[in-house]
């Protein structure tokens, strides 16, 4: 395997740095035996293609990790592609385009939802990440593992790759990352004193599933800012044990019980409304979106004038101080999730 020579002296640090991971070791044959499948599995009807289990890492049959005039998966390409560093770590989607205010400039950064394939170059060993060691019952739901997370092959290769970077070269993978949102910074003029900012949200899919990806997150955060730049970061975790860094978390109700428990109650959280309670309604019309607002008052016990839309809250004055409960669509920006006068936000189940 020629590729090892790239990466002779580097290999997960499962004992220190990712000691905390939640993974499971597989051998090559069952990765080459999963691999095939899901390529063979692309070439069925779609009434009849086979349901992985949920457990099992969502691999795109159309990814530039397979050779394309093979009909059986080449391993030691497969290695070789997931293991290239990637082109970038931060990037922009429709939502997060339409989100911020004038002269805020919002960009993304993400891994694999739930679960994610990862190569240990010096071990040469394979393993399955739990990537969102938070998740519930949120999993069977989670709109990262839908839509165009997994309708485009680009967008899985490039969260594939950032998981595999980020665990064989924690280092590479934070000074990448630093030198990318400072160009943004840069590009942008956001600097202390001036009115532009970057706001950077972390894991649009994925979650903060090791100390040393907080760690390393945060370190970004304060070294950028140290350098006189006007940036900030948030993110929706179902991880309760990272309040003590610098990003802006909101904690996603929806996963295990346990960690619930050990989220204050002033904490901004977030909570998804399900379909049976708007599948009548067309939250494109206003009369629609009032009557929602009514339901969602009823279902959770909210005085009715402390829920507002999305559009509602871009045309109120941004506050200090957390009141307001709002309902935010797919249709919508990400605003609500980096306000300080949002409470708590209502995601509508998609």
């Given amino acids: 395997m020629e590729f090892k020579i790239w990466f002779l002296y580097n290999e997960v640090n499962w004992e220190s740095d990712f000691s905390d991971v939640d993974k499971k070791c597989v051998n090559t044959k069952k990765i080459v035996d999963y691999l095939n499948a899901v390529r063979a599995n692309a070439e069925k009807d779609y009434g009849s293609r086979d349901k992985f289990p949920i457990n099992m890492p969502f691999v795109h049959s159309k990814s530039d990790f397979f050779k394309k005039e093979d009909k059986e998966v080449d391993v030691d390409y497969f290695i070789k592609q997931i293991t290239t560093p990637p082109k970038s770590i931060i990037n922009q989607n429709e939502k997060i385009k339409k989100s911020g205010m004038p002269n805020e400039f919002v960009y993304k950064t993400g891994i694999p939802a739930y679960r994610g394939i990862v190569f240990d170059i010096k071990s040469n060993k394979f393993y399955f990440i739990n990537t969102c060691p938070g998740a519930g019952q949120c999993?069977?739901?989670?709109?990262?593992?839908?839509?165009?997370?997994?309708?485009?092959?680009?967008?899985?290769?490039s969260m594939t790759r950032r998981l595999n970077y980020l665990l064989n070269f924690p280092e590479k993978y934070e000074e990448q990352m630093y030198e990318e949102l400072k160009e943004k910074c840069e590009e942008h003029d956001a600097y202390v004193g001036y009115k532009p900012k970057v706001i950077v949200r972390w894991n649009d899919?994925?979650?903060?599933?090791?100390?040393?990806?907080v760690e390393i997150s945060d370190s970004v955060m304060k070294r950028l800012k140290r350098e006189g730049y006007?940036?900030?970061s948030y993110a929706y975790t179902k991880i309760p044990d990272i309040k003590d860094s610098s990003i802006n978390t909101t904690?996603?109700?929806g996963g295990k019980e346990s960690n619930l428990s050990k989220v204050k109650k002033d904490e901004k959280k977030s909570e998804i409304i399900p379909k049976e309670l708007f599948k009548d309604l067309n939250l494109l019309k206003f009369s629609d979106e009032k009557e929602l607002k009514k339901r969602v008052s009823d279902e959770y016990r909210i005085p009715i004038d402390k829920i507002i839309t999305y559009d509602e809250l871009l045309s109120t004055t941004p506050a200090e101080e957390p009141k307001?409960?709002?309902?935010?669509?797919?249709?919508d920006g990400d605003d609500a999730a980096f306000r300080k006068d949002v409470k708590l936000i209502f995601l509508t189940q998609h």
Wanted: hydrophobic share 40%; glycine share 4%; aromatic share 22%.
């Fill in 324 to 331: 307001w409960h709002v309902i935010v669509t797919p249709n």
């Fill in 205 to 213: 899919s994925g979650d903060f599933f090791a100390r040393k990806y």
């Fill in 251 to 253: 904690f996603s109700i």
């Fill in 139 to 157: 999993a069977i739901i989670c709109y990262a593992r839908k839509g165009r997370y997994i309708q485009y092959s680009n967008a899985y290769d």
């Fill in 230 to 232: 006007n940036i900030e």
